[in-house]
């Protein structure tokens, strides 16, 4: 899971299966934005930061799984058009945005430490000492909070709602005091801005696009095909438990002039593939009744027919 705090919203809760990403993305593009993407899908999150309009970072973990450039944008797309993803959209500084990146490319020294069994004075100490470019991360499952370590003092402080970097502690402190909070530590590696490059410009991102909109298609084509080769052969099977019932039933009571009733009648009104449907049924017992009339008495055929709807009920839930 990828842990970040919200920033300054822009869009939130937004269905990405339903937005042309490519197209949204150049518009980000063209008006400069300097923030990040947030999708939450079914298999993991992905993150795309923007500076200043150009797509510095794409990110995609899952829970064995981590992608970044071109395959995590693949990632993202796939997953967007899948269904039950969520897209949110947060604005943040130039500065903040280029932490968050050398954050989510940066290393885990100690992850999912409950702040209750930390010595934090020891911690902060190594810190310094060390001299240790990174950020403590503070959360819960509902809030996040950063904080930015540079030569091993302090930075300052990102949390929810946040667009720059912050000077002062209280909101971001606030979350270690909350019940179950817990604590990360990672490093970070200085990137040089000339050495980060367009991902917009560097990435066919619109044949990426492209090529998982067919994928898609062709996924949906081919459950679409399961389906249906699922549905004929269970109706196959209530098919032939169906005609033996009624076959079975018919012989008891009229003997075998009955079944080849049955089997007369159903040829009739369903053919030898057709699916049993209740109108066909119900047809095929009026054709049954008034055939089986000729060969037996009314009383034996009403009994009959009787037994083999009773029966029938059975099937279903079978």
């Given amino acids: 899971m990828i842990l970040l705090p919200k920033g300054n919203p822009v869009k939130e809760n937004l269905d990405p299966g339903k937005v042309i990403l490519p197209e949204a993305l150049i518009k980000l593009q063209v008006g400069r934005f300097t923030g990040y993407l947030r999708f939450d899908t079914q298999e993991g999150a992905g993150i795309l930061i923007f500076r200043q309009g150009q797509m510095i970072s794409a990110l995609f973990e899952a829970a064995a799984l981590r992608v970044v450039g071109d395959e995590a944008i693949a990632r993202i797309f796939a997953q967007s058009l899948a269904g039950g993803a969520l897209l949110n ?113 560097s990435i066919e991102v619109k044949g990426i696009w492209e090529r998982e909109v067919e994928n898609r298609a062709a996924q949906k084509k081919n459950r679409q095909h399961e389906d249906k080769r699922s549905r004929q052969e269970q109706e196959k099977v209530y098919r032939e438990k169906v005609v033996a019932h009624l076959s079975e ?59 083999m709807k009773k029966g029938l009920r059975g099937l279903k839930g079978s």
């Fill in 89 to 201: 959209i947060y604005r943040l500084s130039h500065d903040l945005a280029m932490s968050i990146h050398a954050l989510l490319h940066g290393h885990v020294l100690y992850r999912g430490q409950e702040l209750k069994l930390i010595d934090i004075k020891a911690l902060l100490g190594r810190c310094r000492d060390e001299r240790i470019n990174g950020c403590l991360r503070l959360y819960t499952d509902e809030r996040i909070a950063l904080i930015f370590y540079r030569d091993g003092s302090p930075l300052g402080f990102f949390h929810d709602g946040s667009t720059d970097i912050e000077t002062t502690a209280d909101t971001s402190m606030s979350v270690a005091r909350l019940p179950g909070a817990k604590l990360d530590v990672l490093t970070m590696e200085g990137t040089e801005e000339g050495e980060l490059s367009d991902l917009l410009e």
């Fill in 249 to 307: 039933t018919a012989e008891r009571h009229i003997g075998k002039i009955g079944a080849s009733l049955v089997e007369k009648e159903l040829e009739k009104v369903a053919g030898p593939v057709a699916p049993l449907t209740p109108p066909l049924l119900m047809q095929f017992f009026e054709q049954l009744n008034k055939a089986a009339r000729l060969v037996a008495g009314p009383a034996k055929v009403t009994e009959m027919i009787g037994e």
